[in-house]
Structures are given as C-alpha cells and as structure tokens.
C-alpha cells in the first residue's frame, strides 16, 4: 500500500463514522511530515451547520494543533471530490497538496474544482491527486444512499 492509499484509508475510517451517524459519509485528515495531524467526518446533520463538512473541520482542526491557519506543506485527504466550498476553504488554508477518492459528477466535477484550487488568478494553487482507492470510496456513498431509499415510507398514493 502506498502513502496516499494509507492515508485515504485512514480518510475512509472516517467516513464510516459518519455513515454510522446518519451523517452523508465522507471523512477527511490532515496530513504533515507523514503524520495525520487532523481527522473529520462529515456532522452536517448532528451540528445543523451546512459547513460541518469534513474537508472543513479537519482544516479547523489541523489550524488548531499545528497554531496556524496556515497549512503550508499539509495534504488534506478526503473520500469524495470537495465541493466549491471546500475546495475554496483548501486555498484559503494554503494546503498544499489534495488527494481525493471518488469523484461526484452530480454535485461536482474534476473540471470545476480545479477551476477553484488550481485558478492561476489566486494567490495559492494545490496539487492534485484524485481516484486514491476510488472504488472503495463510492461504494461507501452507494451502500449509504441505498440504505437510506430502502427505509423511505412508501408514498401515500392518494
């Protein structure tokens, strides 16, 4: 297993957590000098914030222990594509590098989020690395979704 597949597995154990809430199951570290320094998952729904996204709060928490909203030579690691948000957060952060498991068509693209962490009109662009244990990643979405249609109440037909 390589370092990213390493990672992104640590990034997957988060988002199982997340699943096991009830929360949409993404998870996300933090990694510096081979080291997770900070590790989210999704609590949208058990905080009612739209920004409890993981990509969010492991940016947060990161800040936090290495005492500086700069993570200068951090990779972030996260299951799903980011979303615009969290793609901006990444620049405004300074992370240095992205690496992300599934991409989501539907709610994102590739395309999108390079226009935002690679846009040579910003003052900080990432590199980025994505489909690290891909398959893995979505089948975790999938598997959550469909759990969730499957105990939907059938509709009232009148």
């Known amino acids: 297993m390589d370092e990213h597949e390493r990672f992104m597995a640590e990034a997957l154990k988060e988002a199982r957590v997340a699943a096991r809430l009830g929360e949409v199951p993404v998870g996300a570290v933090v ?3 081979g080291e997770i320094v900070a590790r ?8 009612n914030d739209a920004t409890a996204h993981a990509e969010i709060l492991a940016i947060r928490q990161a800040g936090e222990r290495l005492g500086s909203w700069r993570l200068v030579g951090c990779t972030l ?3 799903v594509e980011p979303c615009p948000m969290c793609a901006g957060a990444l620049v405004q952060a300074r992370v240095d590098h992205l690496v992300y498991g599934a991409s989501d068509p539907k709610a994102w693209a590739d395309r999108n989020l390079l ?17 690290v244990l891909a398959e893995e990643a979505a089948a975790i979405m999938r598997s959550f979704f469909r759990s969730r249609r499957s105990c939907r109440e059938p509709a009232d037909p009148l």
């Open 40 to 47: 989210a998952h999704n609590l949208r729904e058990t905080r």
């Open 115 to 131: 226009e935002i962490v690679q846009n040579p009109g910003l003052n900080h662009r990432l590199r980025v690395t994505g489909g």
């Open 31 to 33: 990694v510096r000098d």
């Open 77 to 79: 690691y996260v299951t």
